[in-house]
């Protein structure tokens, strides 16, 4: 059960409302055990903090200590269900650091719970790390499920033609890297999520339109806005619209995006192979000039677009990392 203090008397009826909320958790949650000497990883909100999970606020509760990504966002998440802890800053710069602390910590005992600034840890967060750390040592590690952006988006993305789903995280930020990452995904039978920042939203779309968008089936793409946040966005597009639409209004390139990339029609591959003639003279103009030039000449020359050959040689190039031939 909770060692977690929950009365006291004459406190305004907001702190009382929260040590209820406390106290049902502990109702609910309590009977499962939660040893000591275990680090407990914990999902939070990813932006609406009623997602909280009643086990959440019971393991946090009961946390001797709780590491986090930022302590100030972790701090003014905790005060909002009236929980004051010790917290230890754990984040990209000294996860494998800090992991240490925290098998020190487990092994005199004490619960050490981790949270991120949002979502599951170790999804495009850290945490990995410290798990494969703490467990690496003979300590337990117990997940405590909850939100996650990647699983919310694809809950809605309605991609009935996949074959699983791949989670990309962020692309690339270069745009060379990014462009070749993208190739890889030319073809894939599954749902391809992949997060993006606001400021870097208008360069994503075009890489992706460039990419994906000349396909002869086009591609999907589901876009999420604002996941579970007032001005929350879901909306489902050719990913060659993708720039159209993010330039139709300024609201929709605010916020954090979580986009579900649609797996590419059965037959996508059969009808996109480039014609025999046209894959020769590609190669052979790959062989001797850069890869836009390449592309472009062999176009004129087989009466091909441009995208389709240069979408081509990206791909070829994904299946060849050995290559490091200018592209300019």
């Known amino acids: 059960m909770s060692e977690h203090s929950l009365s006291s008397p004459g406190e305004p009826v907001a702190s009382v409302g929260l040590r209820q909320t406390l106290q049902t958790a502990a109702a609910v949650a309590g009977l499962q055990d939660f040893p000591r000497g275990c680090l407990y990883v914990v999902a939070t909100p990813i932006g609406n903090l009623a997602d909280i999970s009643l086990r959440a606020l019971h393991a946090l509760a009961l946390a001797d200590v709780i590491g986090c990504e930022d302590t100030r966002t972790s701090s003014a998440f905790l005060r909002h269900f009236g929980l004051e802890k010790p917290l230890l800053a754990l984040h990209e710069h000294n996860e494998r650091a800090g992991a240490a602390q925290v098998c020190a910590r487990l092994a005199a005992g004490e619960r050490v719970a981790y949270i991120s600034d949002a979502g599951t840890p170790a999804v495009s967060d850290p945490g990995a790390v410290l798990v494969q750390v703490v467990a690496?040592?003979?300590?337990?590690?117990?997940?405590?499920?909850?939100?996650?952006?990647?699983?919310?988006?694809?809950?809605?993305?309605?991609?009935?033609?996949?074959?699983?789903?791949?989670?990309?995280?962020?692309?690339?930020?270069?745009?060379?890297?990014?462009?070749?990452?993208?190739?890889?995904?030319?073809?894939?039978?599954?749902?391809?999520?992949?997060?993006?920042?606001?400021?870097?939203?208008?360069?994503?779309?075009?890489?992706?339109?460039?990419?994906?968008?000349?396909?002869?089936?086009?591609?999907?793409?589901?876009?999420?806005?604002?996941?579970?946040?007032?001005?929350?966005?879901?909306?489902?597009?050719?990913?060659?619209?993708?720039?159209?639409?993010?330039?139709?209004?300024?609201?929709?390139?605010?916020?954090?995006?979580?986009?579900?990339?649609?797996?590419?029609?059965?037959?996508?591959?059969?009808?996109?192979?480039?014609?025999?003639?046209?894959?020769?003279?590609?190669?052979?103009?790959?062989?001797?000039?850069?890869?836009?030039?390449?592309?472009?000449?062999?176009?004129?020359?087989?009466?091909?677009?441009?995208?389709?050959?240069?979408?081509?040689?990206?791909?070829?190039?994904?299946?060849?990392?050995?290559?490091?031939?200018?592209?300019?």
């Open 136 to 328: 690496a040592a003979g300590h337990r590690v117990m997940p405590l499920p909850g939100a996650s952006s990647a699983i919310t988006a694809l809950s809605v993305a309605g991609d009935t033609a996949a074959a699983g789903f791949a989670f990309a995280g962020f692309l690339s930020s270069k745009a060379q890297e990014r462009a070749t990452e993208l190739a890889r995904l030319a073809d894939t039978r599954q749902s391809t999520v992949i997060f993006e920042a606001p400021h870097r939203i208008e360069a994503l779309a075009a890489a992706m339109g460039e990419a994906l968008g000349g396909a002869a089936t086009p591609r999907l793409l589901t876009v999420c806005r604002e996941l579970t946040k007032q001005f929350e966005q879901v909306v489902t597009l050719p990913v060659g619209g993708f720039a159209a639409w993010l330039a139709a209004d300024a609201n929709h390139r605010r916020g954090e995006f979580v986009l579900v990339l649609h797996a590419a029609p059965a037959q996508a591959t059969r009808e996109d192979a480039l014609p025999a003639d046209a894959e020769r003279t590609l190669r052979v103009l790959l062989r001797e000039l850069p890869l836009k030039q390449a592309s472009a000449i062999a176009a004129e020359l087989c009466g091909l677009p441009r995208k389709r050959l240069y979408a081509q040689a990206l791909a070829w190039r994904a299946d060849a990392p050995g290559d490091e031939a200018d592209d300019e």
